[in-house]
């Protein structure tokens, strides 16, 4: 399994599509057994589900997402963890424990650059 998470300063960066790094975990047995940082910048709101894809990620971890990066990963096959806020590290151990608190149904109500309070 290949885990990738939105990253800024050891957070989960909470808008999906202005990222400019993913932390890409790879997952064996239930442990981490590598992890990297993958530059995505310029990569953008639903072009970073080929650029996820690519990587051979099939699950990330989020804070705020939009309806058209939602439906490129669901198209990609990526499953989606939206919602999620702190650490990524944290956040990772979380989902190995089966305890990361997300939202099935989260959206970013982005206006221009700037994401709506909550997320």
Not at 12 to 34: C, R
Not at 64 to 69: D, H
Not at 94 to 115: I, K, P, W
Request: aromatic fraction near 6%; charged fraction near 15%; hydrophobic fraction near 40%.
């Amino acid at each position: 399994m290949r885990i990738a998470v939105p990253y800024e300063d050891g957070q989960v960066f909470q808008h999906f599509g202005h990222t400019s790094q993913m932390k890409v975990y790879d997952i064996a047995d239930g442990k981490i057994v590598q992890e990297q940082l993958a530059d995505a910048s310029g990569s953008g709101h639903s072009a970073l589900a080929g650029f996820l894809a690519d990587l051979q990620a099939d699950t990330v971890i989020c804070g705020g997402i939009g309806a058209g990066a939602r439906e490129a990963l669901a198209q990609a096959g990526i499953r989606l963890y939206g919602g999620v806020k702190g650490l990524a590290g944290d956040a990772i151990k979380a989902f190995l424990a089966g305890t990361l608190e997300y939202q099935a149904d989260v959206q970013c109500g982005c206006s221009g650059n700037h994401c709506a309070p909550g997320i």
